[in-house]
């Protein structure tokens, strides 16, 4: 059973540029939501992706947008990138009906850094 | 609005000693799960143990056990024989059901102390 993967590892972008994120869900899972966690805090819910939908949205701006492919796979867009996005990107996958209290699986984020 | 209270920024503990970390929730809701995720510094979120709010008994899972209060909303963790490894950041989380989004505390920082 492959994981969650999420890729890059690492980004460094300069204020106003764009940024794409990328997300694998765990292998059976239709469901994949978004987390900013900025230093020091707790993860944010940016939104959630099921069966290609958007699931769900949490406190984010327009320019934070997202995708789900028909593999599951995810992809964050972040537009005119400012200097309080900087954070680490979560994104965690789990299905819903198995149970099990909705465990979110994560990947191991994607650290990205606006300068 | 759902929230999840972790009181503690920083806590330390000697090897093989037991810790207790807080964590305090508001909901209306009466059905939902809570959560501890330990986040080490390779950054990634693993669930440690989980409780469903419908049961009464407390979730154990090794050296990890919860105090779980209903009706205080309270949901503490226990680490017990603390190791090395146990050395990150822990996070309270709660959702209430269905597919919907975990609810995380600010975290808790445990450094065990050789």
């Known amino acids: 059973e492959t994981g969650v993967t999420q890729s890059p590892t690492h980004l460094i972008k300069t204020r106003g540029q764009q940024v794409t994120l990328r997300c694998s869900s765990q292998s059976g899972h239709n469901t994949v939501s978004w987390y900013q966690q900025a230093l020091g805090q707790g993860p944010q819910f940016i939104f959630q992706y099921y069966r290609e939908e958007e699931n769900g949205r949490g406190n984010f701006p327009p320019r934070f947008s997202g995708l789900q492919f028909p593999n599951y796979s995810s992809e964050l867009n972040v537009n005119a990138l400012e200097l309080d996005d900087s954070a680490l990107y979560l994104c965690?996958?789990?299905?819903?009906?198995?149970?099990?209290?909705?465990?979110?699986?994560f990947g191991p984020g994607t650290r990205l850094t606006v300068l | 609005a759902q929230t999840v209270t972790q009181s503690q920024p920083e806590m330390s503990v000697q090897e093989a000693e037991t810790v207790t970390l807080s964590c305090t929730y508001d909901t209306s809701e009466n059905n939902y799960y809570l959560f501890w995720y330990k986040q080490p510094p390779s950054r990634q979120m693993i669930l440690v143990i989980r409780?469903?709010?419908?049961?009464?008994q407390n979730a154990t899972e090794n050296r990890f056990s919860v105090n779980f209060q209903k009706a205080a909303k309270s949901f503490s963790l226990k680490i017990s024989d603390s190791q090395l490894g146990d050395t990150a950041m822990y996070f309270c989380?709660?959702?209430?059901?269905?597919?919907?989004?975990?609810?995380f505390g600010k975290g808790t920082r445990l450094s065990v102390i050789a």
């Open positions: 409780q469903e709010a419908y049961k009464q």
């Open positions: 965690a996958s789990s299905s819903p009906g198995q149970g099990a209290g909705n465990e979110q699986f």
């Open positions: 989380a709660f959702v209430i059901s269905g597919n919907t989004p975990l609810v």
